[in-house]
């Protein structure tokens, strides 16, 4: 970028740099790692049982980034004054996501659902429990179980999702913050979800990279074993 900016030719396109990158790449591979997706039946577990104040924040912060498949960026961000309650469920505001650098903002739907696994409700319950009624939705939680004002951060997420992962009897070094949103994603396309109507949920603006988790989610349909066995 500095050089380009003087009008530079980028010394990322010499040979030199390109062979370096390749040999770099042999030796060490190019895979990216990939979390476990946490699906619905993992997020059931990891919000069992929770109690306190903090448990009614992180189940409201799991089940929320689940049905939204929100980035951890974009939970930290919420504020109340971004979730409408109604009739349907809650209608939730993003003012700005990686992808929407200039904060053109977009409005993710989470529907009622049946059950103690509500997000709907987790929302509502932590709402009421914490007693706050604007600023930042998902807060800081002290020793003595008092609610801050400050909100969480998103290595807070990836904290909780591995704790709630442990006690759930899952491999927490499997699962991060990201696990959430690649969970709804995998999940609906195990559902047979439109590409379309998950990308209107995750935001992903094509079908590139959320090929990868309706690729990764359909190994085991049709599989070129199944008619051999």
């Not at 509502?124 to 003595?144: H, M, P, S």
Request: glycine share 8%; proline share 2%; hydrophobic share 40%.
């Amino acid at each position: 970028k500095a050089h380009t900016s003087q009008h530079y030719s980028s010394p990322t396109n010499s040979a030199l740099v390109k062979a370096t990158l390749q040999g770099i790449r042999r030796v060490n591979g190019s895979a990216q790692r990939q979390v476990l997706p946490a699906m619905k039946r993992d997020i059931q577990a990891m919000v069992k049982g929770m109690t306190g104040i903090k448990g009614v924040r992180d189940k409201a912060l799991l089940l929320t980034g689940f049905a939204g498949a929100f980035r951890r960026s974009e939970l930290v961000a919420l504020q109340v004054a971004d979730i409408q309650f109604v009739k349907e469920g809650a209608v939730i505001r993003i003012r700005r996501s990686k992808t929407d650098q200039i904060g053109c903002g977009r409005r993710i739907a989470i529907p009622y659902a049946r059950g103690k696994t509500c997000p709907v409700t987790a929302i509502q319950v932590w709402i009421e429990q914490a007693d706050i009624t604007d600023g930042c939705l998902f807060r800081r939680i002290n020793k003595y179980g008092t609610v801050m004002n400050a909100g969480i951060t998103p290595q807070s997420v990836a904290l909780v999702v591995k704790e709630r992962a442990q006690a759930a009897g899952l491999d927490a070094a499997q699962y991060s913050g990201h696990s959430l949103r690649a969970g709804l994603a995998t999940s609906a396309a195990k559902a047979g979800v439109a590409g379309w109507k998950i990308r209107q949920q995750t935001g992903h603006k094509s079908d590139a990279m959320l090929n990868r988790y309706i690729r990764d989610s359909q190994l085991f349909v049709d599989n070129a074993n199944s008619r051999i066995w």
